[in-house]
């Protein structure tokens, strides 16, 4: 699409731990408003990359630019401004073990914003609620959770400032299906509502098919394939073949086109 | 609308409102986000509602689920009042609009404190289950000791080796360092009284009895207290957290036998030698001190020492090497088996650990005492 603004670029990044490379001169790009998937098998770097992403990580080489900062050259105030700007759904939730899930999602309200403890109680349910947890959920500590509420508690945190950017990693690993297609309507909502910019590290061949506007596939330390599921399927390296040219993967296509037509 | 009924303008960063005789018109302007809520919320609840409200959206630069949350809660709140009329608003916006309203639940979250009696009593209670459960560590301890010896094929050298080098031999420096200490200030501290009566030479004697039956051994499990009971307490409670300690039950690693028995083991070995460790370096602090206070040479000081100091002193020295041992281990193995599902909770542990420890560490050293003079030894 024309005129499309770059929120996340990626240019030549290459991470390493002493000998061993993970990510070896990678490139990729989202554009603003998309719903970009990040495939690739377990150990493949996806979870590395997100964290160069959110600045947990620096690459051994190579530029990352994020809402139009280098992030190589941030400076202390612009890295915080970027921070809160964005939110992270970590892989195994990461929720604070010594609060309940209504102050885990109140925490940055409550830091960055001079509202009062009525709105704050108001968003807060609101976003409990969105994420498909019952409001009682709200008084429980993280230990008193099952994995699928940590997940949407943990996604209720990272909506509560209202994000530009979404960071998801398996949002969907470990949910039921019904809950997992919840997710996936919520996100797509959300994208269509507030314009969020979403980057989601998935294996989910249903997530893949009905809500990624754009993916990458990680392998080999590059990216193989990238694009649209389209431009995906066209490539033939061994890992997209493995993953979507299987039995499985093929009824889930065809069920996928059929829905599209009626 | 004519300019003919207007009464009243006023503008506001977020608000423009016109007051005419029959309605109110209200425009949504700029940014009604999070950072701008309070403001916002001050200017609405300005408004007195006339007969009717126009509230009209069509300036609106951006909306957050804050704005909308704002504008639900004032919308209901005029229209008890009268007649209001919502214009100017995107399709995107009416259906955050829907969204929100479809997730707005009047339901509370329930409160999760608690009052001063409900908590006195939670934390009595506590303390005794605390104290239940340390009778059922202790008796489970013994039987996994006692099944060791069974079963000696069950014993695990690489672990305790390894807890034997951790705890003991890493403590060597810094034992090393507070006995030299504790042996010069004694031997200071004396000397300028000694020197009063021309008793100088006693000073060998005070320092050698009061390091090696008191002073080496309590210093010993302090620091070994602080260094290794608090490290058991940590790396065992880290492991209930992430449910390495439920992963090897149901593996059938039993954690007696693979976490707390070598432990304890290797620190009742460890810290006898470590005590014998702080007997020597203290010894040669006092005498550091001792020659250049009193001018006692050093062979003058081994000689004097091996006259007065008899073995029974340091015989009972390295004995409480392993009681104390035992104390440490045990105490921070099981605030470590205590630690719950909170991150919190390891710090709470660990601190109680150490402070424990000490007390009870002085505790028995008091004990000794008391039995020791009884028995007249
Ligand atoms: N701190 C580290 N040191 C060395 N290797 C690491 C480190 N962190 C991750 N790795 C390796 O990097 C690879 C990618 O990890 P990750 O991004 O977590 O994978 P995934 O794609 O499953 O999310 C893995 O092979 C992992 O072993
Ligand atoms: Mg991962």
């Known amino acids: 699409m024309p005129g499309m603004q770059k929120v996340i670029e990626a240019k030549d990044i290459v991470t390493s731990f002493g000998e061993t490379v993970i990510h070896d001169r990678l490139s990729l790009f989202v554009n603003k408003g998309e719903i970009y998937g990040i495939l690739g098998e377990s150990g493949a770097g996806k979870t590395l990359l997100l964290k160069e992403m959110i600045m947990l990580l620096k690459p051994t080489a190579g530029e990352m630019w994020v809402l139009g900062h280098k992030l190589s050259e941030i400076g202390y105030q612009d890295a915080q401004m970027l921070r809160r700007q964005w939110g992270v759904l970590f892989q195994f939730g990461a929720l604070f073990t010594s609060l309940t899930v209504a102050e885990n999602i109140a925490l940055q309200l409550k830091e960055y914003t001079h509202i009062d403890p009525r709105m704050c109680d108001e968003i807060v349910k609101t976003k409990i609620s969105m994420v498909g947890l019952p409001a009682r959920a709200g008084a429980l500590y993280p230990s008193e959770l099952s994995g699928g509420m940590i997940k949407r508690a943990a996604l209720a945190r990272a909506l509560a400032m209202d994000p530009k950017l979404l960071f998801l990693d398996e949002p969907t690993s470990g949910l039921d299906p019904i809950g997992a297609r919840n997710f996936d309507a919520l996100i797509l909502e959300l994208r269509e509502l507030l314009g969020v910019t979403v980057v989601m590290i998935t294996h989910d061949l249903d997530s893949i098919y009905s809500i990624v506007d754009r993916f990458s596939v990680l392998a080999d330390k590059h990216v193989v394939a990238e694009g649209t599921l389209e431009n995906v399927l066209q490539s033939d390296h061994p890992f997209v073949e493995k993953f979507f040219k299987n039995e499985y993967a093929k009824k889930r296509l065809e069920k996928r086109v059929e829905a599209d037509v009626q | ?377």
């Open chain 2, 1 to 377: 609308m004519s300019g003919l009924g207007i009464i009243f303008f006023m503008n506001h960063t977020y608000l423009h409102l016109e007051t005419h005789a029959d309605q109110t018109v209200i425009h949504a302007v700029g940014e009604w986000t999070l950072y701008n809520e309070p403001v916002i919320e001050k200017a609405l609840a300005k408004i007195q509602p006339g007969q009717k409200i126009i509230w009209d959206f069509s300036d609106i630069e951006s909306f957050d689920s804050a704005g909308v949350l704002l504008f639900m809660r004032y919308y209901e709140k005029f229209k008890t009042q009268c007649d209001v009329k919502i214009t100017g608003y995107s399709e995107e916006q009416e259906r955050m609009y829907r969204l929100l309203l479809k997730h707005r639940i009047k339901e509370a979250i329930p409160e999760r404190s608690e009052g001063f009696f409900y908590r006195m009593g939670k934390s009595v209670y506590a303390g005794y289950q605390v104290f239940l459960q340390f009778l059922d560590f202790t008796g489970h301890i013994l039987v996994s000791f006692l099944r060791y010896f069974v079963q000696p094929r069950n014993f695990r050298y690489k672990e305790i080796t390894y807890h034997i080098e951790r705890s003991g031999a890493s403590a060597m420096l810094i034992i090393a360092l507070t006995s030299f200490l504790v042996g010069m200030v004694i031997s200071y501290q004396s000397a300028v009284e000694l020197a009063k009566f021309g008793a100088d030479i006693f000073i060998v004697d005070l320092a050698g009895i009061s390091i090696t039956r008191e002073l080496a051994p309590l210093i010993t499990a302090i620091v070994v207290a602080g260094r290794s009971g608090s490290a058991y307490t940590a790396q065992i409670g880290a492991m209930k957290i992430t449910e390495e300690i439920s992963a090897m039950r149901t593996m059938g690693f039993d954690p007696f036998y693979f976490l707390i028995l070598p432990r304890t083991i290797a620190l009742m070995i460890a810290l006898p030698l470590l005590i014998f460790f702080a007997d020597i370096v203290g010894i040669m602090g006092s005498m550091f001190a001792a020659s250049l206070e009193l001018n006692i040479s050093y062979g003058q000081f081994i000689d004097r020492l091996q006259e007065v100091l008899s073995v029974k002193h340091f015989w009972i020295g390295i004995i409480k090497g392993p009681f104390f041992a035992m104390l440490i281990a045990m105490i921070g193995c099981f605030r470590g088996l205590l630690v719950t599902d909170d991150t919190e909770s390891i710090g709470y542990q660990t601190t109680a650990s150490v402070v424990n420890s000490i007390f009870f560490v002085i505790a028995c050293d008091a004990l000794f005492s008391v039995i020791l003079t009884e028995w007249g030894i």
